[in-house]
């Protein structure tokens, strides 16, 4: 990415703490009629009155989690936001408000955090939360956002990574794999730009892939689907650290085993072309890439009928007793067991 160098730059200590803490956070509409009192004092005030509190929070850190040499900062405050909101959706509940903690260095004008905001921003609006609070600091190393998602439900409706059966089904939503060669691609164009500054990437191919790693969404469709299907998962997870390990996430969760069908695994055209040319195995992709932000679930077997043919929906396996283990069975019907190689943060900091 060329960058403008005749670019505005407010510095921070211009602002100040407080100063910067109203630049940001100025023209935040409330929405929700479970917000009482939002940014502005010690504490937001929620009410849920008879419903369910469901709260999540992730922490992105500038070198581990996103690379701001190919990340647009108002694309990682976007991505900052649903990849929380995914979370609360992975509860079957609804997204309802969200708190943004920053930490940064110096070499941050007031410019770059509000494309930040922009991006976090246009995430609360379309998917109708409230900004309702959050903390600023320094950083001595680059970027560190962490944003708290809160979501509301009806007790019933909470579904956990407990619950699935030995003979339920597991199902997936979209496609999985795409985000990782997204971030493939991203980091082929990074060096190619390294070794060549006037080089201008032609990434028309490869669309969808850097749309999913650089702008996921969260399926916040799939609880109402759902609902309008009458089919109530029995367990459920979102998928951020690659199919594999959530697979494992769910089935040790539930004490049952599992068999995944290679040949059921839903991936991009896309991603098949672009597999095909960086000489990946596009099962090993499938399995273990990560940041798809799709949902895994299991439903009872009775409800086959129900999501049949449905275009959201993949049934990619089954769950077994847990003594059967879990495994992949292979497009040669070979068995073999299920291993959890998807994103690992702490490895990535080793």
Same mark, same amino acid.
Request: hydrophobic share 35%.
């Given at each position: 990415m060329i960058e403008d160098k005749n670019q505005q730059r407010t510095s921070l200590s211009a602002m100040g703490e407080f100063g910067l803490i109203?630049?940001? *956070?100025?023209?935040?509409?409330? *929405?929700? !009629?479970? *917000?009482?009192?939002?940014?502005? $004092?010690?504490?937001?005030?929620?009410?849920?009155? $008879?419903?369910?509190?469901?709260? +999540? *929070?992730?922490?992105?850190?500038?070198g581990v989690h996103f690379d701001l040499a190919y990340m647009p900062l108002k694309h990682l405050g976007y991505k900052a936001v649903v990849v929380n909101l995914s979370d609360i959706c992975a509860m079957n509940a609804r997204p309802t408000q969200i708190t943004v903690s920053i930490a940064v260095s110096n070499r941050f004008p007031i410019e770059a955090l509000d494309e930040l905001y922009d991006g976090i921003k246009l995430a609360a609006k379309i998917y109708g939360v409230d900004i309702v609070g959050g903390d600023t600091t320094s950083s001595t190393k680059g970027m560190i956002l962490s944003i708290t998602a809160i979501g509301e439900a009806e007790e019933n409706d909470i579904i956990y990574r407990k619950g699935a059966g030995t003979t339920d089904l597991l199902v997936v939503t979209?496609?999985?794999?795409?985000?990782?060669?997204?971030?493939?691609?991203?980091?082929?164009?990074?060096?190619?730009?390294?070794?060549?500054?006037?080089?201008? !990437? $032609?990434? $028309?191919?490869?669309?969808?892939?850097?749309?999913r790693q650089l702008k996921p969404e969260a399926r916040r469709d799939i609880n109402d689907i759902l609902k309008a299907l009458e089919v109530q998962p029995t367990s459920m997870i979102d998928i951020s650290d690659g199919l594999s390990s959530e697979i494992i996430h769910l089935c040790?969760? +539930?004490?049952?085993?599992?068999?995944?069908? %290679? %040949?059921?695994?839903?991936?991009?055209p896309q991603l098949i072309n672009t597999c095909e040319e960086f000489n990946i195995d596009i099962t090993t992709v499938a399995l273990n890439g990560g940041e798809d932000y799709e949902l895994l679930f299991t439903i009872k077997m009775e409800d086959f009928e129900k999501i049949k043919g449905n275009p959201n929906f993949t049934i990619i396996g089954h769950m077994v007793q847990e003594t059967e283990g879990m495994h992949l069975i292979t497009r040669a019907n070979t068995k073999i067991p299920l291993k959890a190689r998807g994103w690992n943060a702490l490895e990535a900091e080793q």
């Open positions: 109203e630049h940001l *956070t100025r023209n935040i509409e409330i *929405t929700q !009629p479970t *917000t009482i009192a939002g940014i502005g $004092d010690d504490a937001a005030v929620l009410d849920f009155k $008879d419903k369910k509190a469901v709260v +999540s *929070t992730d922490l992105l850190i500038e979209g496609d999985v794999g795409s985000a990782y060669m997204g971030l493939q691609v991203l980091e082929r164009e990074k060096q190619v730009f390294q070794v060549n500054p006037n080089n201008q !990437p $032609d990434l $028309d191919a490869y669309s969808y892939l850097i749309e040790k969760n +539930s004490g049952v085993g599992c068999n995944l069908y %290679e %040949e059921k695994i839903p991936v991009d």
